[in-house]
Structure formats: C-alpha cells, structure tokens
C-alpha cells in the first residue's frame, strides 16, 4: 500500500513535527516536549510521519534522532501545481479586469 502523505498531514500535530524539523534532526524527547505530547502519543505520530516518507529516523545510542525528508513531499508538490496554475490564471483575470498587473506588487491605488 503507497504512503498515505495527505492522510499525515491532516493532523496539526503531524505538521507542527515536521516544522520543526525543518531547523534540523531533534531527538524524540526534543519533539515530545516542543508538542506537550505524551511520549506514546509521540511516538504514535512520528510513526505515521515515517511511514508516509515524510521523515526519517537514525538511532544514536539510546536515542532516536529525525529528520525531514523533503522528498517524501514530492506528491503534495505535484497536486498543488495544478491548483496553483488555476489561482493564476483567476488572479491575472482579475487584474485585467481591475486594469492591474498582478506582478506588479506595488499598490496602484497609492
């Protein structure tokens, strides 16, 4: 069975993890106490996170260190591009309906 990544996603807990891996590795105990989780509750998460692809686990001695693994996010990437090219074309027809360019970041109102 391919890896639920959306299913791993919807919890906020799941992505409170995973922001803050992107500062880098943090052992189980670091996450635990950032998330005021129980250590089993944790656990539990962390273990949907690994096997959605989304992180990776190294033991060091007697703890467990994660890590992202931003390839894991590739499937997300690829659905959002086709919802980002639609929002792109709907903001340029409204800038050419308001008579604006949306590249323009300027207010043309100032």
Known sequence: MPPDVFGALANPSRRTILDSLLQGPLSAGDLTGRLELSRSSAS???????????????????????HLQPAGLKEISGWLK???????QRLDALADLL??????KENPHD
Do not use: C, F, M, S
């Not at 008579?99 to 323009?104: E, F, I, K, S, Y």
């Open 82 to 88: 086709h919802y980002e090219q639609y929002w792109n």
């Open 44 to 66: 539990e998460h962390l273990t949907v996170l690994k096997e959605a692809g989304l992180i990776r686990e190294e033991r060091q001695g007697r703890h467990r260190i994660y």
């Open 99 to 104: 008579g604006t360019d949306p590249q323009n």
